[in-house]
């Protein structure tokens, strides 16, 4: 059981080291610009499941502490954790897609 809860924790922290070099990119406005909206859509969507995810997390933890039981927040979120991780693979992707696409641009 420990062992799945460390390589979850590692997981976790590339993710969100990836979120937040992505989103350095975009502050930076290095990626094609006709990509550059759909990959703030996606970082917007895996911020905000994010914070949800963690609030559920903070929330079970403070329910259980009082005594009472809510399989709901624990559900949501399981669920916000998934949206971030298929959100941030899909803002990776797009942000290497738009790379491509800039990098075959410029002329050598």
């Known amino acids: 059981m420990f062992y799945i809860f460390q390589a979850t924790a590692v997981i976790g922290v590339i993710l969100v080291g990836v979120w937040i070099y ?3 990119m975009v502050w930076k406005k290095k990626t094609v610009s006709r990509y550059l909206k759909a990959l703030k859509t996606f970082l917007l969507v895996a911020g905000i499941s994010f914070v949800v995810f ?8 403070v329910l259980d ?3 009472k039981e809510e399989p709901v927040s624990f559900f949501i979120a399981l ?3 998934r949206v ?3 959100a941030t693979i899909v803002g990776l992707v797009i942000f290497l897609i738009g790379r491509l ?3 075959k641009r410029i002329p050598k």
């Open 101 to 103: 696409k800039q990098a």
């Open 22 to 24: 992505l989103a350095w």
């Open 84 to 86: 971030f991780i298929v």
């Open 54 to 61: 963690n609030a559920c997390v903070i929330l079970q933890i």
């Open 79 to 81: 669920v916000g954790l």
């Open 65 to 67: 502490l009082i005594g």
